[in-house]
């Protein structure tokens, strides 16, 4: 099983940042793509941010040029640095994270999530 813990989310004026982080842990051997996904109220998931095993990146439209993903393989970590915030990136945020376990099995976690809230 993986077990992700995510923190850094908060409330902030628009123009702000926040910086997210998700630390997994667990029967992992190996993480593959790492993600952010967010959900705004009455709204569907929808991505926000990924990020493979060899660093590349891919972003929805409305975060590019906004928000950072990076991730720290030694620590089984994924950030989502998230500049010049606006009211509409006010959302749950959830990592997501694929691993593979010690059978050999591809798991598929996510985190708690955790509350953005920017203010105008």
């Known amino acids: 099983q993986v077990q992700l813990v995510e923190s850094g989310g908060g409330l902030v004026q628009a123009g702000g940042s926040l910086r997210l982080s998700c630390a997994a842990s667990g029967n992992i051997v190996s993480i593959k793509t790492m993600g952010w996904y967010r959900q705004a109220p009455g709204e569907q998931r929808e991505l926000v941010a990924l990020?493979?095993?060899?660093?590349?990146?891919n972003y929805a439209d409305s975060v590019k040029g906004r928000f950072t993903i990076s991730r720290d393989n030694a620590k089984n970590t994924v950030f989502l640095q998230m500049n010049s915030l606006k009211p509409e990136d006010t959302a749950v945020y959830y990592c997501?994270?694929?691993?593979?376990?010690?059978?050999?099995?591809?798991?598929?976690?996510w985190g708690q999530g955790t509350q953005v809230t920017v203010s105008s």
């Open positions: 997501n994270v694929g691993s593979v376990n010690r059978l050999g099995f591809t798991l598929n976690a």
């Open positions: 990020i493979t095993t060899t660093e590349s990146t």
